[in-house]
C-alpha cells in the first residue's frame, strides 16, 4: 500500500511540474491537458483521475511554483520609515523577482484572462499588498492620486520590462523609479 501511495504521489508531482514546466514555456492559454500528459509522461486520463478540472491542476500548479519562487514580502518593506529608501528596496527587491522569474510572469500576466479566476486574485492582492505598503509611508499630505498611479505604474510588471529592455542593472532601474516617484511628489509639494 505504502508502494502505491508512493507512486500515486511521484505521478501526481510529475503531472504538476510538467503543467508549471508548460506555463512558463508556451504559458497557460497553450498548455493543454495532453501536452500535460505528454510531458509528464502519463496518459490523459491519469491526469484527470489527480486533477478533475483544470482549476483543480491550476491550484496545484501554481501552490508548487510559488513554494520555490515567493513574491517579495511587503511587511519587510514597513521597517522603513523612510518613504523613498522604502520604495527603493522594494522595488529592487520586486524588480530582482521580476528578472528571475520574467518568463512565468510574462506568460501569466499575458494569460490572466484565461487562467481561473482565483490566480488573478492572488496577483491583483499581492500587487495591492505591495502598493499600500509603499503608499503608507510617504506623508499623508503627498498621498493623492499622482502618488497613488506613480507608485502602481513603478511595481507593474510591464514598467519593469520597459525598464530592462533598456538593459538596466536591477538597482538602476529600482533607482530610475524611485527617483521619477520622488521627484513628481517633491515637484507638486514645491508647488504648494
Given at each position: ?179 521619477m516617484v520622488a521627484g ?9
Amino acid at each position: 500500500m505504502r508502494k502505491r501511495r508512493e507512486d500515486v504521489e511521484q505521478t501526481r508531482q510529475r503531472i504538476v511540474e510538467a503543467a508549471v514546466e508548460l506555463h512558463g514555456s508556451v504559458g497557460p492559454v497553450n498548455t493543454t491537458f495532453s501536452a500535460v500528459a505528454e510531458l509528464a509522461g502519463v496518459q490523459r486520463s491519469t491526469i484527470y483521475r489527480h486533477f478533475p478540472d483544470e482549476a483543480a491542476l491550476f491550484g496545484a500548479c501554481t501552490s508548487h511554483w510559488l513554494a520555490s519562487h515567493p513574491w517579495p514580502r511587503p511587511d519587510d518593506w514597513r521597517r522603513e520609515p523612510d518613504p523613498a529608501t522604502r520604495l527603493e528596496r522594494a522595488l529592487t527587491e520586486l524588480y530582482g523577482y521580476y528578472d528571475a522569474n520574467a518568463q512565468m510572469l510574462a506568460n501569466s500576466f499575458r494569460d490572466i484572462e484565461v487562467m481561473p479566476a482565483f490566480v488573478g486574485e492572488f496577483m491583483r492582492a499581492q500587487l495591492q499588498n505591495m502598493h499600500t505598503a509603499l503608499v503608507e509611508a510617504w506623508p499623508e499630505d503627498a498621498r493623492d492620486r499622482h502618488l497613488m498611479v506613480a507608485i502602481a505604474h513603478a511595481i507593474d510588471f510591464r514598467a519593469w520590462q520597459s525598464l530592462s529592455s533598456q538593459s538596466l542593472a536591477t538597482e538602476l532601474a529600482a533607482q530610475i523609479m524611485t527617483d521619477m516617484v520622488a521627484g513628481s511628489v517633491q515637484a507638486r509639494t514645491s508647488r504648494t
